[in-house]
């Protein structure tokens, strides 16, 4: 019981805590270019279906402006507030977070190393319906390679762009489920349905995500409030809401972390602390390993409950 709950622990702790050992102003566009690899009819196969299922489950959401912000003072961190407005322009963003499915094709179609399957503990949980644990880059590479592929302008969304979706375009919505509302067991997790599920997968000590199991969102989103973190494109400052500027914010030009959003693998009672609110900020550093993991490397992937939501940035409906 001991062992499953450090094993718990550093799951959880790993996606949020610690300083980062490599500099983020290494971080930038990828363009969608990577190694180039022979691709076998079944993978160009594999290839195609997954480019149809992307532009498939893209949600187009109408453009607006709304009160960006903890509006109802339910939030008990300081850096969802002021509430402040925001106008944004029209776009897409996909209905569920990417799958190491997702992500194993673009890695055979880029030839490069598929994603947390490295780490002697942390790979023994990658299944394909789990949404993957990626690193910011790795996240911002996919989104970016599905762009070249689709000739769309795809990355990963601003935590406006998630949170006006997340609201039904911006609607007083404290929880992004399909009433606004956590029903335990209904629209979210249940803990004795999260411990049944970890009974399923054989993995105890690992907090699984398995998405679509319970109902969109209003628009059509699924899973917008657990199984795992997103990484947003914003670099993350606590004070950025007193000066963000109205106009398609993007977050501060710089800086050591970058924004997540949603929240890990949890039950209903425990999202409704707080975990799962539409306006909760979380983040973490883009760049791993992490020093205060390093006894660590090679066997848990610090990113295991980071994952990644695709937007397209065009202002009509992809066709």
């Known amino acids: 019981m001991m062992k499953q ?39 160009q196969q594999q290839i195609n279906h997954l480019l149809e299922k992307t532009k498939k ?3 187009f959401v109408e453009g607006g402006s709304f009160m960006m912000g903890d509006f109802d003072h339910y939030d008990s961190k300081i850096d969802s507030k002021p509430v402040h407005k ?35 503990h942390s790979s023994q949980f990658r299944y394909p319906v789990s949404s993957a644990g990626v690193s910011w880059q790795e996240g911002r590479n996919y989104c970016q390679w599905l762009g070249t592929q689709l000739k769309l302008d795809i990355d990963l969304p601003t935590e406006a762009q998630w949170e006006f979706a997340a609201r ?12 606004g509302k956590i029903e335990n067991g209904v629209n979210v997790w249940s803990f004795k349905q999260r411990q049944a599920l970890f009974r399923e997968f054989k993995s105890i000590g690992a907090e699984i995500s398995v998405i679509g199991r319970y109902p969109a969102s209003a628009l059509g989103f699924y899973d917008l409030i657990t199984d795992n973190y997103e990484w947003m494109l914003d ?45 909760r900020r979380s983040h973490a550093h883009p760049v791993q390993p992490i020093d205060f993991y390093d006894e660590f490397k090679g066997v848990i992937n610090p990113n295991f409950d980071n994952s990644v939501r695709c937007v397209v940035n065009q202002t009509k409906k992809i066709m």
């Open 5 to 43: 709950k450090i094993i718990a622990f550093l799951f959880s702790s790993l996606a949020l805590t610690a300083c980062a050992k490599s500099s983020p102003d290494n971080l930038q566009k990828n363009n969608g270019q990577q190694a180039h690899t022979e691709v076998s009819p079944e993978l």
């Open 57 to 59: 489950n893209m949600i």
């Open 86 to 120: 925001v106008t944004l322009d029209s776009f897409s963003m996909s209905a569920y977070k990417a799958t190491y499915a997702d992500l194993d094709i673009y890695s055979a179609a880029t030839n490069t190393p598929q994603v947390g399957s490295t780490e002697s």
């Open 168 to 179: 039904n375009r911006g609607q007083k919505i404290h929880f992004p489920t399909n009433t």
């Open 235 to 279: 670099w993350y400052a606590a004070d950025y809401y007193q000066h963000s500027p109205e106009k398609n914010p993007q977050g501060p030009k710089a800086g050591t972390e970058k924004v997540l959003r949603s929240a890990k693998p949890l039950d209903g009672q425990t999202l409704q602390m707080g975990e799962g609110l539409t306006v």
